[in-house]
């Protein structure tokens, strides 16, 4: 059963063209699949839809078997939590909390004990190499670093999908390379990812399969040629 | 349209919540600015105001209809030092009962009305101010002072043919010249039979500052009319002195209350004003990226806070001095003066004020951020500065709280200056709403301890109608008729189940020495502590011979609690000993208290004329009443519910009290919202990671709300305080100002229970004001806030 299935899902903004027109697209568990396309394809777009951040104007998305297209706003929050972890290509962490601070937030949200939630966030920053900045705020950590704290954080709730968007996007290559290693680590433990991207190295790098979207629509979906490392243990 | 149009057209029209903030913010803050502003003339010297505008009498004199013509009279215009005059005036004193069409009981008895004969009464001397309804064109018709309201129908059963009249307007003359106008017309009709009606004189004096003056010209227009024609005169002097010792209770409190509203303005639209620009710091250097010049930052600004600015403003302008209509009647009713709209100077100078303060604050942060280097701009406009509130947010983040909760209560330590500016407004919102709070409970006590009469029935004289009135209530110089013999009205008083306690009043007047005129003396049958009387000194009187005395009379005679002083009473000396300091301003405070029998042996025929009963508890009032109304009635007593200390006064300042605390209140919230909208848009992308994360939209109001729920209390544990202050020092001071001292019990008014709801008040405050932004951070769809920059 497809952890991941999206039919006939159009969006469009205001009077323009459609960012998203009709796709339809299913995703099993475990896979590691790259969206790409150049800049204003509709990558990001599918990639909110997933996360139930958007609504499609037609179609149906259904994630983890939780119809998506018609959840409300407190609806939505609750799958993420359930099910989804994110990760944005400009790490999107809060200035003012510390690297524990911010990885614990969404357990937090979503109702797990102070205990429980620093006992998961201190294994995850350890497996990660991150334990020695548990306590540092994340402008003192490099871009690699913070991309780090952001795949912990994503990965708090134990996610069914972990989406990343343009993860190292924002990253030096060598930066990039340890994030694009660690992301196929974890899929590699059986952990479903969704890579939106347009590189189209790291795509190979991390993804089992390929989905190209041109103006709207999937225009390939092909399976990758990605090599697999011997993955970590990271959860 | 060239690029600093298009800024500041796009600034307006893309940040509407911002536009509409700074609009509302102006509006509220110019309509408070209007408010407090013409109160705060209203309560500068509002005697001598109203009798400027209504160039009133220095003096007026009354003379005799039998003994002065109309002639003699009128030529008294010409005496020496008299700089105009108007009269000579018919005048009738009659006492009239209500029309069968009244609301209140048919044949019910009114005071006496001093009734004069006017044409027209808006020329020459004593312009009487027309409150409401219209003046008397015919007979049939009359203008009251106070009282009865417009459309009563008026019947002067003592007259031939019970002549009746409407009221169709209530008239004030500053120089209280009359308490009822008619046409001279109907003068004759309101005459008894064989009488003559005085002639009323109005004089405006060349020198007319002091006593002597006054009386200077008195003497002068004297000398004019034959001898022993003159019933009575009165100096504006006297006038005022009542006047101001009547205001000067409430003058403070409106001062006070107006001082609030204009401090709440600026704070209210700097502090929106230099929020909205600060938040801009970020586009400021998007435009300063782009060539914009540091000047063309400031006047891109300006434009944009003025424009919102100016409809709020006119808005402002217009709702101010629509709302001080009804707000300066009432102050008008509350100083006894004529009403009198909002001072047209007033409007100009709360404009231009409203215009500076605006300009001021968006000029000053404008330049500060057009000064920094764009890529600073860049910078700073981005997030508050990192490190700020960091400590907090680690400390809250330790709290065991709810994440949303604990993440909220960091965030106004990002920005110090902005929290300090909403600890501020809430402790202006605090404070107002505690001193209102006080003040209307310090009214209350104030009114009852000032009317002392809150037993529940009313004993006095009746008579059926067309019988000879009892004529004016007591008053220096005068003493009324002696009523039923007390023990005779006690007893029959006693005999009525449901009786509680009661006492009779007789009334006398004395002299006192070192006091011009005669002190009104209250002897009393029994004691009638329990009616509401408040002491500020001493005790209540037990024995014979001993006083209380109102502070006024104290100071007069410049004596103190425990001292002995001389009443004489006919030239008999009644010596007595001055036991307590009573809190009353009745008689101008030109009264002694005392036992019924320390009076008897100087005037052994005096006897209560009224007497006061409270009713048991349990016992239905009305029924009550009805049963002692019958049992009294043959005693030539009729008893009614007693209505005294329902002072139209006091529901007017009560209402105006509440509508001020309202609008500092709404003015208070205004300045919470917009400080929580700026920093709710400036973490919006933060919101939008949360929401990613799995926040859900109650946790997302609950970050908002709890985000001022710190500051919320800070200001009311700062605000409460400030306001009790500001009760503490207003209390005195109005008493001071009227030659009083206030009773304790005036004074003590706030509990500890009251104080604690009184703190949350500025909880109450934040959170209204933060509810808005709240609901916003709920709806924003994530993908919205994660693209905002």
Redesign the interface.
Known sequence: MPVIELRGVCRRYDAGPPALDDVTLTVEPGEAVAVLGPSGSGKSTLLNLVAGLDRPDAGTVTVAGVRLDGLGEAASARYRRAHVGMVFQFFNLLDDLTVTDNVVLPALLAGTSRTEAHRRCAALLESLGLARHAAAYPGRLSGGQRQRVAVARALMNRPTLLLADEPTGALDSASGEDVSRLLTELNAEGQTLILVTHDEILAARCATRTVRIVDGRVHSDEPSAAARPSAGAVR | MTGLGTVVRSGVRRRRVQTVVIALAAFLAVTAAVLAGSLLVASTAPFDRSFAAQHGAHLSALFDGARASEAQVAASAHAPGVAEAAGPFAVVTQTPSLGPDAETPAGMELPPLTIVGRAEPTRGVDRVALVEGRWATGPGEIVLAEGAPVGTRLVFADLPGRPAVTVVGRARSTSQTAEAWVVPTAIPGLTSPGATPGRQMLYRLAAHGSTSDVATGLAAVTSTVPGGALLGSRSWLASKEAADRNTALFVPLLVAFGLLGLVMAVLSVGGVVAGAVGAATYRIGVLRALGFTPGQVVRAYLGQALIPAAVGIGLGVVAGNLLAVPILTTTSEVYGTGPSGVAPWVDVVVVAAAVAVVAATAWLASWRAGRLRPVEALTVGR??A?G???SA??LA?RL?L???ISLGL?QPF?RPARLTTMIATVVFGTAAVALAVGLAASLNRIEAARTHDTADVAVGPSRPPGQPGPGPKAGPGSRPEPGPDAATVRAAIAARPGTGAAYGIAETTAAVAGVPGAVEVLAFTDDPSWAGYELTEGRWFRDPGEVLVPTPLLTAVGAKVGDTISLSVDGRPVPVRVVGEVFSTSNEGMQVFTRLDTMLAAEPGLRPREYRVDVADGVDVAGYVAALDAAVRPLGLRAEVNRAGQSEVLLALGALTGLLTLMLVAVAGLGILNAVVLQTRERV??L????????????AVAVVLSSVVLFGLVGGALGVPAGISLHGVLLPAMGHRAGVNLPQVVLDVYRPWSVALLGLGGLVIAVLGALLPALWA??I???TA?RTE
């Open positions: 997030a508050p990192v700020r509130g960091r947010a680690a983040a065991p709810p994440r949303p960091a990002a992308r933060e939008g990671v949360h929401k990613a994360l799995g926040m859900t939209p109650r946790q709920a709806r769809r994530t993908a994660l």
